[in-house]
């Protein structure tokens, strides 16, 4: 039972802070709040199967080996993101944060209503690896394999980003942008390469977060997006904006506290259990505004 | 010879204030020119101009005969021009020799990186052993020596430096400039230095600019300039036309 509920608090804090992790790369580069985050995972669940508006879903690149699946997946979340930075972003490069925000906000809505138009309105059934969803005995418990999978995908993510940003060019670059966009550009960091690279990262870890959702839900809905933005969103403000552990450790604080209180609410009480959860958000916030880790600096963007 | 260096007619504005007002000059390859004069005469505008930090609002700036202006200051980072600007800015969060390698992204030369890490690492004794510290750890004169050996890793040929005496006790500051100058001699640097203190230019010596409400009202040699009464007039009387 406490196994259970440990598996279920490491699970879906894993996805958000995956998701949360996908917003404070870019706000950490650009100060920007991309609110079409949840579009690029929608987009990414919606790349599994063949456009139709038909009820029924066809699986279109999801019938393909998970070898083939998970990075050609990837790559059309992170060419989603890079597509959208060039066409949309860039040319709003020294527009008002505001602006920037409420580019997000639009570009969302047509991504959304693409899918609508491709795809339909109604949520389609799909099942992804089905194999995954049998239950396997561990210290006494009986976990879902998927459940240990995503808790492992989940840990093995964030372990590659942190090498990444930690060891390779491209990610000494991208702190350095981080903290001070206009110093790395004096010492010839590409401001292009930079912001590209922090969007083709952001598109992967969405497409990341669109995997794990279908596979656990079994469910392609044009609107699964924007429910974990929101949580995301919320990761990455009570994680201190741009702060990535930050955003990592809030992800799972949230998806702790709200398994927990899943599990200690009374019955009457468990329908208003967001209502907690973000009252105890308020409460945060209360207490620290800046965040559980304020970021490293606030440099306006280049 | 050409100039290393050249400035023609550079205007900075932010707004309405002008703050580099029509400002002409050049510097000679291996030069050391100082840029002194009161707060806010437009100092570190000029420097944010050069490097291309601000859009200059009219004139033109060559390098090695190359225009600079209008590039973005990554483009001319490249072409050899590097900047310590004004309050140092390191990256607090990247460790000491994290900050030293931002800038080699651009050189062609990777192979010779690791001699020049420790060439750095044997100029500044300090940065070596703090290699793996957090930069935000270190103290002002260390962040100083940082902001310079960051600067110089990007093996730059005319280098601009705003202030590096700011805030620095003055022994500290006394071996700032020892070490600038021995780096400088090495390498034939060509070396912009912004130094609100005319007496501590005049004992380093070299060529000084003398700057006020945006533009040079004096250009000559450091060392006679602060025994002048010249400066008195620059900071407190009427701009000399
Ligand atoms: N980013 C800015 N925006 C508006 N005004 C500025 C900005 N930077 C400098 N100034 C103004 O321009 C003038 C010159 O400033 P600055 O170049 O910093 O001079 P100095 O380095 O000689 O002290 C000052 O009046 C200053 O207030
Ligand atoms: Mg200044």
Redesign the interface.
């Known amino acids: 039972m406490t196994l259970q509920l440990l598996f279920d608090a490491l699970s879906l804090g894993g996805i958000y802070a995956i998701a949360a992790l996908g917003i404070a790369l870019i706000f950490g580069v650009m100060k920007l709040v991309n609110f079409a985050h949840g579009q690029f995972i929608a987009f990414a669940v919606f790349a599994l199967i063949v456009p139709s508006t038909d009820a029924v879903a066809v699986m279109g690149l999801g019938a393909a080996p998970a070898l083939v699946l998970v990075p050609a997946i990837l790559a059309v979340g992170a060419g989603l993101a890079v597509a959208s930075e060039y066409l949309v972003f860039r040319p709003l490069r020294n527009a008002s944060p505001v602006a920037l925000m409420v580019a997000s906000f639009a570009l969302g809505v047509v991504i959304q209503n693409g899918l609508l138009v491709a795809y339909g309105g109604r949520p389609k059934a799909i099942s992804l690896w089905p194999e995954l969803g049998k239950p396997v005995a561990l210290l006494g418990a009986e976990v879902p394999m998927l459940q240990i999978i995503v808790i492992v995908s989940v840990l093995v993510v964030l372990a590659l980003l942190a090498v990444m940003l930690k060891r390779s060019?491209i990610g000494?670059?991208m702190?350095?942008a981080a903290?001070?966009f206009?110093?790395?550009?004096?010492?010839?960091?590409?401001?292009n390469a930079v912001i590209a690279g922090a969007f083709a990262l952001s598109g992967a870890l969405a497409a990341t977060v669109a995997l794990v959702l279908v596979a656990q839900t079994g469910v392609a809905d044009v609107r699964m997006g924007g429910q974990i933005m929101l949580v995301a969103f919320i990761a990455t403000v009570v994680g201190g904006m741009g702060s990535l552990p930050g955003a990592v450790a809030a992800g799972f604080a949230l998806g702790a506290a709200s398994v927990a209180l899943q599990a200690a609410l009374p019955i009457e009480a468990r329908p208003f259990r967001d209502a907690f959860l973000y009252g105890l958000v308020i409460l945060v916030l209360l207490l620290r505004p800046q965040g559980l880790f304020a970021a490293?600096?606030a440099k306006p963007r280049v | 010879m050409m100039s290393k260096l050249g400035v023609f007619d550079l205007s900075v504005r932010y707004g309405k204030l002008t703050a580099v007002n029509d400002i002409s000059f050049s510097v000679a390859e291996g030069e050391r020119v100082f840029i002194s004069g009161p707060n806010g005469a437009g100092k570190s505008s000029l420097l944010a101009a050069i490097?291309g930090?601000v859009r200059a609002a009219h004139g033109r700036i060559e390098m090695d005969g190359d225009i600079l202006s209008g590039r973005?200051?990554?483009a001319i980072?490249?072409r050899g021009l590097?900047?310590v600007?004004e309050g140092r800015?390191i990256?607090?969060?990247?460790t000491v020799q994290?900050?030293l390698?931002?800038?080699v992204?651009?050189r062609r030369d990777k192979t010779a990186v690791p001699d020049d890490l420790e060439a750095i690492y044997a100029a500044f004794p300090i940065l070596g052993t703090r290699r793996h510290a957090n930069a935000g750890a270190l103290s002002g004169g260390q962040q100083q020596m940082l902001a310079i050996g960051?600067?110089l890793m990007?093996n730059p040929k005319l280098m601009l430096v705003d202030e590096p005496s700011l805030g620095l006790a003055p022994r500290v500051v006394d071996e700032v400039y020892d070490r600038l100058c021995s780096l400088q001699a090495q390498r034939g640097l060509t070396l912009v230095i912004v130094e609100q203190s005319s007496a501590r230019a005049g004992r380093v010596g070299g060529r000084m600019l003398l700057l006020r409400g945006g533009r040079i009202v004096a250009d000559g040699d450091a060392t006679a300039f602060a025994a002048d009464d010249l400066l008195k007039e620059a900071y407190f009387g009427e701009a000399t036309p």
């Open positions: 060019r000494l670059e702190r350095a903290e001070d206009g110093m790395a550009r004096l010492l010839g960091v590409r401001a490293a600096s | 490097a930090e973005v200051p990554e980072a490249r590097s900047m600007p800015r990256f607090r969060a990247l994290e900050n390698m931002v800038g992204g651009l960051r600067a990007t």
